[in-house]
Antibody
């Protein structure tokens, strides 16, 4: 069964850091682009970042450039999102997503990140 | 504001048909494939339509997608109570080098 399981969310103070992880299973992780998409409670979806199969290309939404870093470990079938200098507006559910067919094909269950003092 | 524009809400009776529009520009919908996602209450989004009009395995043919120029449309026929959800369109924006979504449309089946 194809599965994505996020972890690492929690409560962090403004200016703090957090690392999200996503464990992939049931497919050949190294052959897919992967992304993070977030959703503020009660609001819509926002694409955050994407990474190519071999990490040679990475893309970020403007609001997180310079603060967030997407990475992956194909040997461990894992995707990461390193988040620094967190702001209140980064509070959201963060979804790990597998890309395919020019779309976000498979979604994890999400992990909640709350930035508050 | 979202890069892609969707109506905030639509409604229709069970058994009826509804369409949800998604408007963009030449740098996103006009030059890239469109996908649609369904988010049932309290769950993660699920891919409904990809490459403008293709359905993943397991998605019933009551759901359809189309694209014309810088706009796309999701159609749902034979509405069921279980179709009540938020629906999002999404694509890549070549000018921004970023993924973009619509603001979402809440479907109510009356």
């Amino acid at each position: 069964e194809v599965q994505l399981v996020e972890s690492g969310g929690g409560l962090v103070q403004p200016g703090g850091s957090l690392r999200l992880s996503c464990a992939a299973s049931g497919f050949t992780f190294s052959t897919y682009w992967m992304s993070w998409v977030r959703q503020t409670p009660g609001k819509g979806l926002e694409w955050v970042a994407s990474i190519k199969r071999d990490e040679s290309e990475k893309y970020y939404v403007d609001s997180v450039k310079g603060r967030f870093t997407i990475s992956r470990d194909n040997a461990k079938n894992s995707l990461y999102l390193h988040m620094n200098t967190l702001r209140a507006e980064d509070t959201a559910v963060y979804y790990c997503v597998r890309e395919g067919g020019y779309s976000y094909e498979i979604w994890g269950q999400g992990t909640m990140v709350t930035v508050s003092s | 504001q979202s890069v892609l524009t969707q109506p905030p809400s639509v409604s229709a009776a069970p058994g009826q048909k509804v369409t949800i529009s998604c408007s963009g520009s030449s740098s996103n919908i006009g030059s890239n494939y469109v996908a649609w996602y369904q988010q049932l209450p309290g769950t993660a989004p699920k891919l409904l339509i990809y490459e403008n009009n293709k359905r993943p395995s397991g998605i019933p043919d009551r759901f359809s997608g189309s694209k014309s120029g810088t706009s796309a449309t999701l159609g749902i026929t034979g509405l069921q109570i279980g179709d009540e959800a938020d629906y999002y369109c999404g694509t890549w924006d070549s000018g921004l080098s970023a993924g973009v979504f619509g603001g979402g449309t809440k479907l109510t089946v009356l």
